[in-house]
């Protein structure tokens, strides 16, 4: 059965830290390419960052250049997003998703599986 499973999120201060993870059973992360997405309230899902462990290939959106960090752990079998600096902005429900290594990208349409999502509240 092939499941993802985002956890890590929670209530932190502006300015603050928090780090996701995203853990795979039934496949093997290392064979594909690997997004975290995020969709706040009233607005659409956008595609925040992503990883290909393959080759070590990562993208971030502009808005979090400098304060996000992708990795994996394929030991663990597992994503991570190290999220600081936290702005109010970054206030949403945050979800991984897989897509096929080729598929690389932010188009949310792309990617197969998706974990059930962990909000992150960021306070003024």
């Known amino acids: 059965d092939v499941q993802l499973q985002a956890s890590g999120g929670g209530l932190v201060q502006a300015g603050g830290s928090l780090r996701l993870s995203c853990a795979a059973s039934g496949f093997t992360l290392a064979d594909y390419a690997i997004g975290w997405f995020r969709q706040a309230p009233g607005k659409e899902r956008e595609g925040v960052s992503y990883i290909r462990s393959s080759d070590g290939t990562t993208f971030y959106i502009d808005s979090v250049k400098g304060r996000f960090t992708i990795s994996s752990d394929n030991t663990k079998n597992a994503v991570y997003l190290q999220m600081n600096s936290l702005k109010p902005e970054d206030t949403a429900v945050y979800y991984c998703?897989?897509?096929?290594?080729?598929?690389?990208?932010?188009?949310?349409?792309?990617?197969?599986?998706w974990g059930q999502g962990t909000q992150v509240t960021v306070s003024s």
């Open positions: 998703a897989a897509a096929p290594p080729e598929l690389l990208g932010t188009i949310a349409t792309n990617y197969d599986y």
